[in-house]
């Protein structure tokens, strides 16, 4: 199965975490890099989530899930050792056409969380689409030792360029001549 790589704009979106263990803390984790409109359902929660909601002021609701419950979310992501309610919360999912993620579920997941790095602006994104997550792992680590340390700063200063400079063909090859300077330099 493979995923097309998509950047999505979360700011107007509802995200819901249903579990409260520690893979619903990575997925928690992940998502904080990008949004806090996450709210997390569940009958108990780990003392690390529990930092995490009083930290960042999360909505949660200490229950169990019922049916129903996903309807005002966009996205949700399901976090349970329980397959068959898993399943239940997907096929109920299709009904509200929300997006939809399964822990060690990839069959009903329509999208996955890739191994990433981000600084700042730059997000770099690896998947292998499930098969080899731990190598995907491996290599964003090897990556992040080879990104510059000061990629933030120069995006900055393109970000500044590009929104300072008026659009046009001049714009783009002023642009596109500095992003090639940058890398051949690293090249050296």
Known sequence: MNYFPAFIKLD??????????????EKLEKLLDFT??????????????????????????????????IKDYDIVI????????????????RDYKVLFNAVDLPE??????????KK???????S????????AKQFRIFLENIIPSDIEEFLKEMKNLRNTLPKGTKRMKLLEKKAKEYITHLLD
């Open 128 to 135: 292998t689409s499930g098969t080899s997550p731990a190598f």
């Open 36 to 69: 806090n409109n996450i709210a997390l359902i569940s009958l108990e929660f780990c003392d690390d989530i529990k930092k995490i909601i009083n930290t960042h002021s999360l909505k949660y609701y200490q229950n169990r899930y019922k049916k129903g419950f």
């Open 108 to 117: 009903f997941c329509d999208f996955i969380f890739p191994s990433y790095i």
């Open 120 to 126: 700042g602006d730059f997000t770099v994104a690896i």
């Open 78 to 93: 399901v976090a349970l050792n329980d397959i068959n309610l898993q399943k239940s919360i997907y096929k109920e999912s």
């Open 12 to 25: 107007n979106k509802k995200i819901l975490i249903i579990g409260g263990g520690n893979i619903a803390k």
